[in-house]
């Protein structure tokens, strides 16, 4: 059974466990002793409180208000990302002014974050009470609860580095905060995820709740940001060697709206399969499409999706896959069969190829012997409005061309990343151990390359950071990790300088952390500095 997040739960609880205003999106009519005090005092109060929690993390990837908040801040500005030729967000992709501690981006994000973790010590601080005649259930509870929290706060810290910390629920308005020291805050966050590591079951009746399983992939991650290498090696081999998991085959399998509850996801942010209940959803599947619909011979429809031109990827890129890679066609869309016959070309019919954009690069001769010539664009020919568009995101089922909702799940960890931070932390420690970085290394690299013998790939005879970047760029594209990957292995202004024309020239060290909202710093009546350069 899927785990559906209404995002009504979601502001309900924060109307319920906050200082914050929420009255304008309730869409039913509430009754009773709507307060904390009225409402988590059974088990189905708690239940109430725990979905809301989770729900904050679809509400950061897109399931309220602006739904573009989370991507805009995590897809742009990267050496594998640039801008496409629309959308108001673009300022985190060229790193101008207009980058600041004003932009709904930043506050809407901190704020879905600050939400779920007052959530999460709302069901922290009252389950103990409500669930002492259920102490399976309450040690379940807790561990989730404990786990999101460290969650949110992994990511609160990547983002902006030092942040405030509570741990206690907080039932009205607040204004003291301060900003606790990275060195204080993680092993908070370790002890919450060792904890949940502990507490928590391999399997749920549920899916999309956290798992033990769940709790060692953040640990493995936690530990690879610190850079703790033997720790981040530890709990990465123990997910490879003892748990469930396995690579699916082929590549392209990943994606499947069919298959989102398949082997190789350890855990995923759920949407809603009736999009009636996510408000938004995931609406990744707009973000990275390039203008097929204007082009001759198509029209928007509901297989292709609908472009908003968000995210572009580098000529440095699509540059990385060999042709025997089947990531690229895995992960990129180059071809589009024609659906709009008033507008066709000479000679094409619908279903017949009436846009490409070949890996190879075709002469004007070779361009000509085609009826759909004027619709071939070769890599130097690409624009912000044209360019390979996305296959993961994809949703070819939604219900008409311009819906924006979306239920595709957000992967948060999948096996093949842990074989990747097994490979780092193991080429990275301080007696590195080269021979197990290449085995785990290859395990991905076979998948994509579709052979099951080392002997058939590419040769690579050393894991260094350079092969470490190149390879998560080919495997998680468009998996919302890449800026974190240069946060955290110190390359990020010179990656992006390198390989992002459009952020080249702005992009300076102090953008490695987001600015803190104003909102934050204008309602804090204690000293709560800016980050650096902004």
Not at 21 to 32: A, N, V
Not at 481 to 486: G, H, P, Q, V, Y
Request: charged residues 25%; glycine residues 6%.
């Amino acid at each position: 059974m899927k785990l559906i997040k209404s995002i009504k739960i979601l502001f309900i609880v924060s109307l319920l466990t906050s200082s914050f205003s929420c009255s304008e999106f309730l869409e039913e009519e509430l009754t009773g002793d709507l307060t904390g005090d009225g409402v988590f005092i059974d088990e189905e109060g708690i239940d109430f409180a725990l979905n809301g929690t989770y729900a904050s993390l679809g509400t950061f990837i897109g399931a309220n208000g602006n739904i573009e908040t989370g991507w805009n801040l995590i897809a742009f500005g990267t050496d594998t990302y640039t801008n496409g030729s629309d959308g108001g967000f673009k300022y985190f992709n060229t790193y101008n002014s207009d980058l600041n501690a004003s932009s709904t981006v930043v506050t809407e994000s901190w704020d879905a974050f600050y939400l779920g973790i007052n959530s999460a010590n709302t069901v922290l601080n009252r389950a103990p009470e409500v669930l002492n005649n259920n102490p399976e259930k309450l040690e379940n509870v807790v561990a989730q609860a404990r786990f999101l929290r460290a969650y949110m706060y992994f990511w609160l810290s990547r983002v902006w580095g030092p942040v405030h910390y509570t741990d206690q629920e907080t039932q009205g308005p607040q204004t003291e905060a301060y900003r606790m020291p990275l060195d204080e805050l993680y092993p908070k966050i370790i002890e919450d995820l060792q904890f949940a590591e502990e507490h928590l079951p391999p399997v749920q009746d549920e899916y999309g709740k956290a798992t033990s399983w769940a709790a060692k992939a953040v640990l493995a991650d936690v530990h690879l940001f610190r850079k703790n290498y033997t720790e981040a090696a530890t709990y990465a081999e123990d997910i490879i060697d003892n748990g469930p998991f396995e690579l699916v085959r082929p590549f392209a399998a990943l994606w499947d709206t069919e298959n989102e509850q398949n082997n190789e996801v350890i855990w995923s942010i759920q949407f809603a399969d009736d999009l009636q209940y996510d408000n938004g959803g995931n609406a990744a599947h707009m973000f990275f499409l390039m203008q097929y619909d204007v082009l001759p011979g198509m029209q928007r429809d509901i297989e292709n999706g609908r472009p908003w031109k968000r995210f572009r990827p580098t000529d440095y890129l699509l540059n990385l896959y060999d042709m025997q890679d089947t990531r690229f066609d895995g992960t990129f869309k180059t071809v589009w069969y024609a659906n709009n016959p008033d507008s066709a070309p000479e000679g094409v019919k619908v279903g017949d190829t009436a846009v490409y954009l070949p890996r190879v690069p075709m002469t004007p001769e070779e361009k000509s012997s085609k009826p759909y010539a004027v619709n071939i664009f070769n890599r130097d020919e690409y624009t912000e409005k044209i360019y390979p568009s996305t296959i993961k995101w994809l949703q070819p089922e939604r219900i008409s061309v311009n819906q924006e909702s979306g239920d595709k799940d957000f992967v948060t960890y999948r096996l093949a990343e842990i074989y990747l931070i097994a490979a780092e932390a193991n080429a990275l420690k301080a007696a590195p151990e080269q021979d197990k970085a290449l085995q785990y290394l290859n395990e991905v690299r076979m998948r994509a390359y579709g052979v099951d013998d080392v002997s058939e790939l590419p040769v690579i005879t050393q894991v260094d950071l350079s092969v470490i970047l190149e390879e998560r760029a080919k495997e998680l594209a468009q998996e919302g990790k890449r800026w974190f990957d240069l946060v955290r292995t110190d390359t990020f202004v010179q990656r992006v300088r390198e390989h992002n024309p459009q952020a080249a020239s702005n992009v300076q060290e102090f953008h490695k952390l987001r600015p803190i909202p104003l909102t934050q710093i204008d309602r804090t009546s204690t000293e709560f500095a800016q980050n650096p350069g902004y």
